[in-house]
């Protein structure tokens, strides 16, 4: 089974993702508003793919990218608005980058592709 981790702060984007991966029977998600401290959960559930939104980490964002670091084996994605510049670093670590809004149907196959 492949596990998702997404970062998003919208009740409705983390519920949505849940509600993609619940009906697909190969796949699981876990998901938090808040994701400045989360290391732990990256080398506790060693997810196959780590999705964040910009918007809701830039305030912490250089802490997360150290974190990320930290288990540099696992892709990350991005999500954010269109008008939003992402840093170098952000661009380099990132494999995938979707502006919002997100396209529910084709997401998983984005990620897991």
């Known amino acids: 089974m492949k596990k998702l981790y997404y970062i998003e702060e919208e009740t409705f984007l983390r519920d949505l993702l849940e509600a993609l991966c619940r009906a697909n029977e ?7 508003e808040d994701g400045s401290d989360n290391l732990y959960f990256f080398n506790d559930l060693k997810p196959d793919f780590i ?11 250089e ?7 930290e288990v540099s084996q696992i892709p990350v994605g991005v999500t954010k608005l269109p008008e939003q510049n992402l840093p170098q670093e ?24």
């Open 90 to 113: 952000w661009m380099n670590r990132a494999v995938l980058i979707l502006d919002k809004p997100i396209e529910a149907k084709s997401i998983l196959k984005k990620i897991f592709s």
């Open 51 to 61: 999705l964040v939104d910009w918007k809701t980490v830039e305030s912490y964002q």
């Open 63 to 69: 802490k997360l990218l150290t974190d990320l670091q």
């Open 26 to 32: 190969e796949l699981e998600a876990f998901t938090t």
